[in-house]
């Protein structure tokens, strides 16, 4: 069964910082893609960051560019999101996902991913 667990959210002031982690399990993580993405209330899951097997391929949304890296110990089988410099308009709650497409072209799209973490809130007060 695979799980995927959301940690390191939290409430946090603007301009400051936050490092969200997943931890995988029943699934052979290096052969996924990993995504992180989020939802505010009343908005649709948007895309925010994706990194490819070893980290070799990162992607980001043009609103977190800058400030947000994403990272993976395959090892460990986790993923992780620092975000640094968080604006009001990133509070959501911020799901992980797995893609078994390595290199999937459309990774920007949340229904392109199998599985899904429960999500983790963040709030950014100004």
């Known amino acids: 069964q695979v799980q995927l667990v959301e940690s390191g959210g939290g409430l946090v002031q603007a301009e400051g910082s936050l490092r969200l982690s997943c931890a995988a399990s029943?699934?052979?993580?290096?052969?996924?893609?990993m995504g992180w993405f989020r939802q505010a209330p009343g908005m649709q899951r948007e895309f925010v960051a994706s990194v490819r097997w070893r980290g070799s391929r990162t992607d980001y949304a043009d609103s977190v560019k800058g400030r947000f890296t994403i990272s993976r110990d395959n090892a460990k089988k986790m993923v992780f999101l620092q975000m640094n410099s968080l604006k009001p308009e990133d509070t959501a709650v911020y799901y992980c996902?797995?893609?078994?497409?390595?290199?999937?072209?459309?990774?920007?799209?949340?229904?392109?991913?199998?599985?899904w973490g429960q999500g983790t809130q963040v709030t950014v007060s100004s």
């Open positions: 996902a797995a893609d078994a497409n390595l290199y999937n072209p459309t990774y920007y799209l949340w229904d392109e991913y199998e599985y």
């Open positions: 029943g699934l052979t993580f290096s052969s996924y893609a």
